[in-house]
Nanobody
Framework: QMQLVESGGGLVQAGGSLRLSCAAS????????MGWFRQAPGQEREFVAS????????EYEGSVKGRFTISRDNAENTVYLQMNSLKLEDTAVYYC???????????????WGQGTQVTVSS
């Protein structure tokens, strides 16, 4: 069992940057692969990025490649999503998630945060 709390969302102009943080409870953080997902109004949840438990491997949804970077600090039980060159279509609620699988698919995440709103304006 673990708890995830996202922070860092807000309102930003197109072309700007935000860094999201996800703080996890417990001492087992390093045993989980982590992911970021997002959900825009009226849309299904979408995979954004993932990182393995040791940070060796990352994956990104195609539209965010080159703009977003996922990272983790296991000593701080925290995963980050650095978002640069933000676009209007990045507007969504962003969720942090944890999975016991080393290479989880989007349906293999066991724990979820409550989400943080990211709004990109023109």
């Amino acid at each position: 069992q673990m708890q995830l709390v996202e922070s860092g969302g807000g309102l930003v102009q197109a072309g700007g940057s935000l860094r999201l943080s996800c703080a996890a409870s417990g001492r087992s953080f390093s045993r989980y692969s982590m992911g970021w997902f997002r959900q825009a109004p009226g849309q299904e949840r979408e995979f954004v990025a993932s990182i393995t438990r040791d940070g060796d491997t990352t994956e990104y949804e195609g539209s965010v490649k080159g703009r977003f970077t996922i990272s983790r600090d296991n000593a701080e039980n925290t995963v980050y999503l650095q978002m640069n060159s933000l676009k209007l279509e990045d507007t969504a609620v962003y969720y942090c998630a944890a999975s016991g699988a080393y290479y989880p698919n989007p349906r293999e995440y066991d724990y979820w945060g409550q989400g943080t709103q990211v709004t990109v304006s023109s």
